[in-house]
């Protein structure tokens, strides 16, 4: 049995009862040894003084070899029943007369005498004695007595010892079993209360203190743990209640919630499916538009050309009409689409290194005739050091070309300048682009509103300049986009100042970021080329798209070949080896993707440039199929001759050929230079340009 697990009443009987046995064996062991001791050494002296007694009795027969008289002294000591045996020996070790107990068991004399005194020998006690007469020695004397007493008394005191302690040890558990309750009481009545109120669960019940000691103490500490229990208890119960209460309110809110989420979840899919027919609708509005639009521009300019030879000046004016009129609603189909393409998060980055100076002297030179309409000047102020910036040069123009735009439409016989500097802040550069016009100004009111889309300063305003209020909106997005930002300044009657801040070398954070040509550097163009019959394909299943394309490349000094079809593209494309492949993505059958896909496919015709000529607005997937560029219809034809004439130059790798087309645009008519200024305003390789108003 472990002591330890014992309840604590046997515990405190169990320290009783040893405490008060081990006192009593101790007391009662320190006497007995203390008594055997002592009546040891008393029969020590007792014999010490009987070997006296018969050494003094028997001196005189020893003196007198009287060995009869000397064995009667010895046979007095019959009387003592403990002596066992005494020898006398005389002065040379010999045996003078000797007495052995009727009771001895053995006679073992000692060896003949040693040291004198007593000694404890065995179970025996020893004595050895000098024999003198008149203090002549005339032997020696030797008792042995068996310690008969010494054994007698040593019983009976272990008799009384055990009796004392046995009796002892019943009335100290007598007492223990009564005065440990005065101990174990209290924590019994403590342990309880203690199983009580782990079964009933209830604290208000309270342990009952019998005593002020630690007991009671430890009673007061216990009743004081049960009352804040119950009192955390009480507040548990209530906050449980509450919780339930909440529970069942935030289940009935997330039902409502879960309601509410459906709800939105299906507004999010008719959101999802209107954005999806809204881009749908914009895509078929475009190529519905585009369509006769590429018609309407192409043969205006085919007519307008034709007019100038057959010298009937007087028809020019109302076909450059037509021309206007049909470039203006394509800048608008332009800028709704760009919108729509920004709000859908689709608007990518195509990123190209390009020289600032060249870029802003071409925007003045296209402005030329939206200043002189207004006759105002305008004033460049270009940095030494600006050296070249990484970004979308189409966003970058179109930027400029919108403020520079509006600084020519609200300024009249007025100045404009243009500031262009490069700056570094935190580390990294920037470019400044500074336009400012001394035109009528914006008040706080207006400036409000300035970069939200179809929003103009004022209604008169808009009736009186014109415009839809979506230039200097699709400006804010594509600064945005570009990881910078356009500021204004302004007062009513005091001109404005607009800032864009553009990073000098933009980074791209989309996918939809694509890599064009990586130089923006290319010739003039010219409606008038060196006629060397280089073949160009044309694949589009559209008959006005093909005759226009024939006529206007075949002017330029082309063999034009067309086909209907995307597979019979692909069927000239082996049989001609044409210099440049012009390519539509809308196509029955074989659409134009599949068509690129089979042309970078085939080992004899990937190294063919291919020109997408579309209304489909998907240039990053152009390029990534392997386009070399890509142009929205209605086609720039100024654009699309350069892009020829470079494919065309580098296949024949002549630098003169290169200058003698340069000389070529320059010695171009004054009507053609004027619509290829127009025609670079707005956009690039990808782009159709917009007319200056």
């Not at 007495?99 to 020998?121: L, M």
């Not at 609200?410 to 990294?428: C, K, L, M, P, Y």
């Not at 004899?604 to 990534?624: H, K, Q, R, Y």
Request: charged share 25%; aromatic share 6%.
């Amino acid at each position: 049995m472990n002591l330890r697990d014992l309840s604590i009443k046997r515990k405190l009987m169990l320290i009783t009862m040893l405490t008060s046995g081990l006192a009593v064996v101790l007391s009662s062991a320190g006497f007995l040894i203390y008594d055997l001791i002592s009546f040891r050494q008393s029969l020590s002296q007792d014999l010490m003084t009987q070997a006296e007694i018969i050494g003094y009795n028997s001196a005189a027969a020893m003196a007198f070899k009287d060995e009869s008289a000397a064995t009667v002294t010895l046979s007095a000591l019959q009387a003592k029943d403990d002596i066992v045996s005494a020898v006398l020996y005389t002065r040379d070790g010999k045996i003078f007369a000797q007495y052995v107990h009727t009771k001895a068991s053995t006679r073992n004399f000692p060896a003949p005498p040693q040291d004198r005194g007593y000694r404890f020998e065995g179970s025996n006690l020893e004595v050895f004695r000098d024999v003198t007469l008149n203090g002549e020695p005339v032997g020696t004397l030797f008792l042995q007595s068996d310690m008969r007493q010494w054994d007698s008394r040593a019983k009976r005191y272990a008799i009384i010892f055990l009796s004392f302690v046995m009796i002892s040890g019943f009335f100290a558990l007598l007492l223990s079993s009564k005065l440990q309750k005065l101990i174990s009481g209290p924590i019994l009545h403590l342990e309880d209360t203690m199983r009580m109120v782990s079964a009933t669960k209830s604290y208000e019940v309270r342990a009952t203190k019998f005593y002020g000691d630690e007991i009671g103490r430890l009673i007061d500490g216990f009743n004081t743990m049960l009352s804040e229990i119950q009192h955390r208890d009480t507040a548990f119960h209530h906050a449980n209640d509450e919780l339930q209460t909440r529970t069942l309110e935030l289940e009935g809110e997330i039902v409502h919630r879960k309601e509410m989420q459906k709800e939105l979840l299906n507004a999010k899919h008719a959101a999802e499916d209107a954005n999806r027919a809204k881009s749908a609708f914009l895509a078929n509005m475009s190529h519905e538009l585009r369509t006769p639009l590429n018609a309407i521009i192409g043969y205006s300019e085919m007519l307008e050309e034709e007019t100038h030879e057959l010298g009937k000046v007087e028809s020019v004016k109302d076909i450059q009409e037509i021309q206007k009129a049909g470039k203006h609603l394509l800048a608008l189909i332009n800028d709704v689409l760009d919108l729509s393409k920004i709000e859908a998060g689709r608007m990518g980055l195509h990123l190209e290194t390009f020289e600032i100076s060249p870029m802003i002297e071409e925007m003045v030179a296209t402005l030329r005739p939206a200043l002189s309409k207004n006759s105002n000047t305008i004033q460049v102020h270009v940095a030494q050091d600006l050296g070249v910036m990484r970004a979308d040069i189409t966003k970058v123009r179109q930027i400029l070309f919108n403020l520079l735009s509006n600084a020519c439409k609200f300024t009249d016989h007025g100045t404009i300048s243009i500031a262009v500097n490069r700056s570094t802040d935190q580390g990294e550069d920037w470019i400044r682009f500074q336009v400012t016009d001394s035109g009528i100004g914006i008040n706080a009111k207006q400036k409000a509103n300035l970069f939200q889309e179809f929003t103009q300063a004022d209604v008169s305003i808009a009736r009186k300049y014109g415009g839809t209020g979506l230039g200097l909106a699709i400006s804010y997005r594509y600064a945005r986009l570009m990881k910078g930002h356009i500021a204004v300044e302004s007062e009513p009657g005091q001109g404005s100042v607009f800032t864009v801040h553009l990073p000098a070398k933009v980074t791209p954070e989309t996918t939809g970021t694509t890599q064009p040509e990586k130089t923006s550097e290319v010739p003039a163009a010219s409606s008038e080329m060196k006629s060397n019959l280089d073949t160009i394909l044309v694949i589009d299943d559209d008959s006005v798209v093909r005759d226009l394309m024939s006529r206007f490349l075949t002017k330029l000094g082309f063999h034009v070949v067309a086909a209907a079809s995307g597979e019979e593209g692909l069927r000239l494309a082996k049989q001609v080896n044409p210099l440049v492949v012009t390519l539509d993505v809308i196509m029955p059958d074989c659409d134009g993707w599949a068509v690129l896909n089979k042309l970078k496919a085939d080992p004899e015709l990937a190294e063919i440039p291919v020109i997408m000529v579309t209304v489909v607005d998907n240039e990053s997937m152009g390029f990534e199929l392997g386009a070399s560029s890509y142009l929205i219809k209605p086609v720039d034809r100024d654009r699309l001759a350069v892009l020829i004439e470079k494919h065309r130059l580098t296949r024949s790798s002549t630098v003169l050929d290169a200058k003698a087309f340069a000389a070529s645009l320059r010695n171009a008519s004054p009507k053609k230079a004027g619509g290829r200024e127009k025609g670079t305003a707005a956009r690039n390789d990808s782009k159709t340009a917009a007319p200056v108003k």
